[in-house]
């Protein structure tokens, strides 16, 4: 069969191109473990097995890659099915195919590739979690100003921000690795959609390939596509943390703020001005989270509306989507691991900005519920009346105002009565660190919690760098094993 040329260059070849860049592996992967189940099964004789075995053994990267496409065959599958033709004989050649069926190839060795990139996806935000838990140990004491809605609000410190982010990393370790778990089942042996009459054993083919098992139902292990669209989702919801961190390091770094610079070896100077040093490197992050995010929605997109069967839309088009989204994703949290790595925050800055626009006055509140007796409204308004006292004296003076009449004055006028506190204990309850200490709950910023919350993160990351590694040697090895059981027929 011919296909014609406008349709050959327009989608087969370039189908094809992509189809061996990313999938030559796990096809021939798939060769090998079918042929092994064939004859174990006693579909196929040992003198069959052996003759096959010795007949893939000769379609290389090397020999598949110098191919040009010229519309004879259709993809890639059909490339190494001639291949193996010429090799063995069609009569031969052929009996591979039985049961089975291009659906169930494709969506396993769709399977088999992204596992691979998932594994390495966990495995970076390990690595970036590692590096969230190094500056938090030296950043303990680091105040800093907290934002809400982008204007100044309470004082925490780097340690309680940053574990705020390794927390969020800790839930995407677990999304990446549900995910991976639900990639990781072989749908093998479903052929078309119904499975087949030949006595076939799924699970050995899937325990050849290393999955955890079949996959059930015959025709939703060729339908479904939320194996993948749930692996797209949770690089999704890394991606969005990763973008939305990477935009206040850009903001911090900016000279109204100062808060951090970026290292030398991630920013760029100017062509025209020379001052500037452009954190690119940041830049360049966010960019590549954006269009990671792009491609992900694109996932969704082209699955939306399709038939619940075996359909191109989820299929050789998709592919290359998934494969630029993990790459992305990938530089993403390598890209933002160096930046966190290599930056200098500047904490004296941090530490007068913390104490600046009045952003400790909450605690004042709550120490007039404590110690006044007061409802925390009544305090809310005392306290908000002491600042628009002090703002005015102190833009009519031009010196730092005086804080004891002031909050006097407010709650003369708001309560009825005068609070009489000295100067040094309002000035001790508003100051930065005072308020810090005194957050020392539950997922709080004070040094004990903070203490307890790395201990926590530390020995978490350890287990999961340990699942991380064996999962990822499981993956690597399993071929090591599989080309010995097709040595063995």
Same mark, same amino acid.
């Given at each position: 069969m011919r296909f014609s040329r406008v349709y050959s260059e327009l989608v087969l070849a370039q189908n094809f191109a992509e189809g061996r860049r990313l999938f030559f592996q796990q096809l021939m992967d798939i060769q090998r473990a079918h042929l092994v189940m064939l004859v174990r099964c006693g579909i196929l004789s040992q003198e069959q097995g052996r003759a096959l075995g010795r007949a893939l053994a000769l379609i290389t990267w090397e020999r598949v890659e110098s191919i040009r496409f010229d519309g004879s065959f259709e993809d890639l599958f059909c490339c190494l099915e001639g291949l193996l033709a010429e090799d063995c004989g069609p009569d031969l050649a052929g009996r591979l195919h039985t049961a089975r069926s291009r659906n169930d190839i494709d969506v396993t060795l769709y399977r088999l590739r992204w596992r691979e990139?998932?594994?390495? #996806?966990?495995?970076?935000?390990?690595?970036?979690?590692?590096?969230?838990?190094?500056?938090?140990?030296?950043?303990?004491?680091?105040?800093?100003?907290? !934002?809400?809605?982008?204007?100044?609000?309470?004082?925490?410190?780097?340690?309680? !921000?940053?574990?705020?982010?390794?927390?969020? @990393?800790?839930?995407?370790? %677990?999304? #990446?690795?549900?995910?991976?778990?639900?990639?990781?089942?072989?749908?093998?042996?479903?052929?078309?959609?119904?499975?087949?009459?030949?006595?076939?054993?799924?699970?050995?083919?899937?325990? @050849?390939?290393?999955?955890?098992?079949?996959?059930?139902?015959? !025709?939703?292990?060729?339908?479904?596509?939320? =194996?993948?669209?749930?692996?797209?989702?949770?690089?999704?919801?890394?991606? +969005? @943390?990763?973008?939305?961190? @990477?935009?206040?390091? #850009?903001?911090?770094?900016?000279?109204?703020?100062?808060?951090?610079?970026?290292? %030398?070896?991630?920013?760029?100077?100017?062509?025209?001005?020379?001052?500037?040093?452009?954190?690119?490197?940041?830049?360049?992050?966010?960019?590549?989270?954006?269009?990671?995010?792009?491609?992900?929605?694109?996932?969704?997109?082209?699955?939306?509306?399709?038939? =619940?069967?075996?359909?191109?839309?989820?299929?050789?088009?998709?592919?290359?989507?998934? %494969?630029?989204?993990?790459?992305?994703?990938?530089?993403?949290?390598?890209? #933002?691991?160096?930046?966190?790595?290599?930056?200098?925050?500047?904490?004296?800055?941090?530490?007068?900005?913390?104490?600046? +626009?009045?952003?400790?006055?909450?605690?004042?509140?709550?120490?007039?519920?404590?110690?006044?007796?007061?409802?925390?409204?009544?305090?809310?308004?005392v306290v908000a009346e002491m600042v628009r006292e002090c703002e005015t004296e102190e833009a009519e003076t031009g010196a730092p105002p005086q804080l004891s009449p002031a909050l006097r004055e407010a709650s003369r006028r708001l309560l009825g009565g005068e609070i009489e506190w000295t100067e040094d204990k309002l000035r001790q309850v508003l100051s930065p660190r005072h308020f810090v200490e005194q957050r020392a709950h539950l997922g709080g910023p004070a040094r004990p919690e903070i203490e307890r919350a790395l201990s926590a993160a530390r020995q978490r990351l350890q287990k999961d760098h340990t699942w991380i590694e064996t999962t990822i040697r499981h993956f690597r090895e399993f071929r090591v094993q599989l080309q010995k059981e097709v040595e063995e027929l």
């Open positions: 990139e998932l594994s390495v #996806l966990v495995g970076l935000v390990a690595q970036l979690r590692g590096t969230l838990v190094t500056i938090c140990e030296r950043e303990k004491e680091s105040l800093i100003p907290v !934002y809400t809605h982008t204007q100044p609000a309470q004082p925490s410190t780097l340690a309680h !921000y940053f574990l705020g982010i390794a927390e969020h @990393l800790e839930r995407d370790h %677990d999304r #990446l690795s549900a995910a991976l778990r639900t990639m990781n089942r072989s749908p093998l042996g479903s052929c078309a959609a119904t499975g087949t009459g030949f006595p076939i054993d799924r699970e050995l083919a899937a325990k @050849l390939l290393a999955f955890d098992g079949p996959t059930g139902n015959t !025709y939703s292990s060729i339908a479904a596509a939320d =194996y993948l669209l749930e692996a797209v989702g949770a690089a999704m919801v890394l991606l +969005n @943390l990763c973008s939305r961190l @990477l935009q206040d390091l #850009l903001l911090w770094s900016m000279r109204e703020f100062q808060f951090v610079r970026i290292a %030398d070896g991630l920013v760029q100077p100017s062509s025209i001005m020379p001052q500037k040093r452009n954190p690119v490197g940041v830049e360049h992050a966010r960019a590549l989270a954006g269009r990671a995010l792009g491609r992900a929605s694109a996932c969704f997109q082209m699955l939306h509306n399709t038939p =619940y069967g075996d359909i191109v839309d989820i299929e050789d088009d998709l592919q290359p989507l998934v %494969d630029s989204l993990f790459q992305d994703a990938a530089r993403v949290v390598l890209l #933002l691991s160096e930046i966190l790595d290599t930056a200098d925050f500047d904490r004296e800055r941090l530490a007068d900005r913390a104490a600046a +626009n009045w952003i400790t006055v909450t605690e004042l509140a709550d120490t007039l519920v404590r110690e006044e007796g007061l409802a925390f409204r009544q305090a809310h308004a």
